[in-house]
T-cell receptor
């Protein structure tokens, strides 16, 4: 079964600085999708970024980018120019065809003024 | 376009009772997935419905069931509630099944079992 690990339960970063959240996963599949979701306090979960495993180019969405290392089964999220609104729980997730979404335990990120 | 809505937002039940939660997806979305979120187990997939058919099911006991109607609205039912069923239940909708399209999450239903 696929597993997703996020080794940093909590992190903090100063406003305007850069922070990287770690995620590793375990799978024997070759084609799959990886995601980062953001769950702000008392607000709905939203998709931050998605990466398809067969694409070698790292996905980027404005200030959010990933470092996808397929061989190492690593999928880290980099947030540049951190903003107060980035304060949230961040979940790394894995999905492949015929399987269910598997989420990591989450990393609580606090952006400090 | 209205987002995913879930009703009720909060619910308190006692052990042994049953409960039904409702999820209305974004208009045009045909896939609805349900998740259970707890501090101890994190976010766990319950099941997915697409065009009124259950596509995938997570590792939950048979007390957890669901259905989807022709208008894509979905309900989740938990029978014989246990204390451990206390959780935030999230639903998410998307155009197609699986990860082909972005999932949009609802605000969740907070279930407390006493």
């Amino acid at each position: 079964a696929q597993t997703v690990t996020q080794s940093q339960p909590e992190m903090s970063v100063q406003e305007a600085e850069t922070v990287t959240l770690s995620c590793t996963y375990d799978t024997s599949e070759s084609n799959y999708y990886l995601f980062w979701y953001k769950q702000p306090p008392s607000r709905q979960m939203i998709l931050v970024i998605r990466q398809e495993a067969y694409k070698q180019q790292n996905a980027t969405e404005n200030r959010f980018s990933v470092n996808f290392q397929k061989a190492a089964k690593s999928f880290s999220l980099k947030i540049s120019d951190s903003q107060l609104g980035d304060t949230a729980m961040y979940f790394c997730a894995f999905w492949n065809y015929g399987q269910n979404f598997v989420f990591g335990p989450g990393t609580r990120l606090s952006v400090l003024p | 376009k209205a987002g995913v809505t879930q009703t009720p937002r909060y619910l308190i039940k006692t052990r042994g009772q049953q409960v039904t939660l409702s999820c209305s997806p974004i208009s045009g979305h045909r896939s609805v997935s349900w998740y259970q979120q707890t501090p101890g187990q994190g976010l766990q997939f319950l099941f997915e419905y697409f065009s009124e058919t259950q596509r995938n099911k997570g590792n939950f006991p048979g007390r957890f069931s669901g259905r989807q109607f022709s208008n894509s609205r979905s309900e989740m039912n938990v029978s014989t509630l246990e204390l451990g069923d206390s959780a935030l239940y999230l639903c998410a909708s998307s155009l197609r099944s699986g990860a082909l399209d972005t999932q949009y999450f609802g605000p969740g239903t907070r279930l407390t079992v006493l």
